[in-house]
């Protein structure tokens, strides 16, 4: 386990996407963090109080958590001093790039000469199997998204957590850097070599009896150019009963693609229930969540009733509107015996 | 570049499908080829002369080839046994495991001790980026297929050495480990980290502005519980102008999988050049490739006639039937002025 309580990192980063690790960590585990650390001139703040390296770890913090999704997960210049600076402060160090710490040989002799650790969220097990897509008991949703960064794994751990309030057994199964460290576990599953993508979630999320649930975090998009294979060995790994679409209305275009637009719902979740239908046959969309954080309080409700009017499923924004409606969805019906959205 | 001349190891394989690498090593560079070793009882054969260890490093064998294709990769007791009876005769050891020759100390201890060279031809290069989908210039074809092991690597080389033969610059670019054995070069996209499939392909089949073509190795299959993701990225990275379907006919399941049916040829040809639009959207499908080598040569033909009929495309076996009528229709019009397979 990770020493918390944990400094989050922000840094000169200006896009909120790029900072998501961090924010995660605010919002969901937010009593283990006891402050941010920013650039001059960052625009950004998860609301935390703004400290620097020494000012931190005498406020507590055990952690600083590089908590930045990069496109290609570089760790750069600015990570490796900042990192230095918090061990020189006695804190660890936390990150989810696909450049590990531990092959930074600085980071690794300040480490060793300060008694401090790193730690790479991102190292996938090391005995993964290939997926092989046999019918497994258990009920598990998946999360999918018309592109990378749109919601899907705060959706997946408020449907958990409203199972749970209901009384329902039901387990966040963490694919990415963010929802492995407020989880405590998980599989990254953009970071498995490539042939291991839907064997590491059968892996993450196997047979289970209990009648529980496994809310399986999504990642990329079928449509997106970077990410899709992930995308989809996670769909066919996943075996889902039940997909929830993810959405941020008025994106301009995929995340890290000027120019490239972002698919439609309607064709999102045909194309997502399509390829899902290899390994889960009655496989159903249960719900849509916007992320409407955007948008004016009318203008969202506003959005959300006419989704459902067009997609004939519940939908809501998570964080602003709940989910109560996606979990009645989810729990009116038995398994194997749902409609899909085809059908209608 | 890997000492030749080699010997190939069949072990004690029974299913053909399990010694592809070293019969493509067979089948394109048999002139590099001095045995096959096998043990008591494989019931397989490449039509070379069977040897021991010493004596192929006798006939001037310099490296056994670990030509095995198993799911996930594994090298097992027995191949670590025998590289190391190679190494003691004095021969280099080539291997595309995701399990490494390098991981196993007692190979790297013989290799060192008697100045010989282990050789994983599946690691990817260290500086991948992700692929961005951005259109490039140049001509690219894809194979594609309803299943793994199926022909798409026979299929990719026979067009490329097809278009050479008519004063077409053409290059075969390998994305497996018998693929990179037989060209010397490229890869191995199964074995890259899964963020980074798509950036592979671009990084194999970058920007070209000589008129000349790449035929690029499909892997996978955008069916296969396993391996879908990695057909997906590198269908996405491919960017492709031009889709070879390959097939066997009366494969009884999908390779690894009892009991899950392969997929038909009108749907894999419409699933491949549906995804293949996100990147290409001209793309067009060329021909289809089976493996008929099963079959006699009229039921072939008729197979064959019966599958241009139904699809609309020509329809060959690469071996038995050669690739004219493809190369024929790939060369017949301009790019991005195509009609797909969709509007027949």
């Known amino acids: 386990m990770i020493p918390g309580p944990f400094l989050l990192y922000l840094g000169n980063k200006t896009d909120p996407a790029d900072v998501k690790t961090s924010r995660g960590?605010?919002?969901f585990r937010r009593e283990d963090c006891v402050g941010e650390y920013r650039d001059d001139g960052c625009p950004l703040t998860l609301g935390l109080p703004r400290m620097g390296m020494a000012e931190a770890a005498a406020a507590g913090a055990r952690t600083l958590v590089l908590g930045i999704a990069s496109a290609g997960g570089r760790l750069g210049p600015e990570l490796v001093a900042a990192a230095s600076a918090a061990l020189e402060a006695g804190m660890n160090i936390a990150a989810g790039m696909h450049e590990r710490l531990r092959n930074e040989p600085r980071l690794v002799a300040l480490a060793a000469e300060k008694g401090l650790r790193l730690f790479d969220v991102r190292d996938p097990p090391p005995d993964l199997a290939v997926g092989k897509g046999y019918p497994r008991p258990g009920r598990r949703l998946l999360t999918v998204g018309t592109d990378c960064s749109i919601g899907k794994m705060y959706t997946t751990i408020a449907l958990a957590r409203a199972l749970r309030a209901r009384g329902v057994a039901a387990d966040f199964r963490a694919t990415g850097q963010t929802g492995i460290l407020i989880a405590g576990k998980g599989i990254a599953v953009d970071a498995v070599v490539a042939d291991f993508i839907s064997g590491a979630i059968e892996r993450l999320a196997p047979a289970r009896d209990d009648d529980g649930w496994d809310l399986i975090e999504g990642q990329g998009s079928l449509?997106?150019?970077?990410?899709?294979?992930?995308?989809?060995?996670?769909?066919?790994?996943?075996?889902?009963?039940?997909?929830?679409?993810?959405?941020e209305p008025g994106r301009p275009h995929m995340r890290g693609i000027p120019g490239r637009p972002v698919p439609g719902l309607a064709e999102t979740l045909e194309r997502n229930l399509e390829a899902a239908r290899s390994t889960s046959p009655d496989v159903r969309a249960v719900g849509v969540c916007l992320n409407t954080s955007k948008l004016e309080r009318r203008e969202a409700l506003r959005l959300c009733a006419r989704t459902e009017d067009e997609l004939g499923l519940p939908c809501t924004d998570p964080i602003a509107f709940g989910v109560e409606a996606i979990i009645d969805n989810l729990l009116c019906a038995?398994?194997?015996?749902?409609?899909?959205i085809a059908s209608h």
Chains 1, 2 share one sequence.
């Open 223 to 247: 449509f997106h150019p970077s990410f899709a294979g992930v995308s989809l060995g996670l769909l066919h790994g996943a075996q889902p009963e039940a997909l929830v679409l993810c959405d």
């Open 334 to 340: 038995e398994p194997s015996a749902h409609a899909t």
């Open 25 to 27: 960590l605010a919002e």
